[in-house]
């Protein structure tokens, strides 16, 4: 069974960093893209970031500057980097991993991690 582990969140304050790690257990497969996602309350979960097996990147906007995914395919891992955090980047960050299928695309999901900032 396929499970993604997440690790790395935690509270800061504005202007420091984290980087949080999400671990994929149960499989050896590359997975098409992983990446991160982040829910404030009473807001929907929007994409951070996207990295696919190739190395290809799509940051939000909101990011962008300021996060940087990387991906070791050997570990099955990814990773985020999240320098000059705002107090608007407080949220629960959620691992994504993705395998693309002809029926559609197929969706794992972390349990998510708390990230909060503080001003």
């Known amino acids: 069974q396929v499970q993604l582990v997440e690790s790395g969140g935690g509270l800061v304050q504005a202007g420091g960093s984290l980087r949080l790690s999400c671990a994929v257990s149960g499989s050896t497969r590359r997975f098409d893209a992983m990446g991160w996602y982040r829910q404030a309350p009473g807001k929907q979960r929007d994409l951070v970031v996207l990295?696919?097996?190739?190395?290809?990147?799509n940051y939000a906007e909101s990011v962008k500057g300021r996060f940087t995914i990387s991906r070791d395919n050997a570990k099955n891992t990814v990773y985020l980097q999240m320098n000059s955090l705002k107090p608007e980047d407080t949220a629960v960050y959620s691992c994504?991993?993705?395998?693309?299928?002809?029926?559609?695309?197929?969706?794992?999901w972390g349990q998510g991690t708390q990230v909060t900032v503080s001003s």
């Open positions: 990295i696919t097996s190739d190395g290809t990147t």
């Open positions: 994504n991993a993705v395998l693309y299928r002809l029926g559609g695309p197929l969706m794992y």
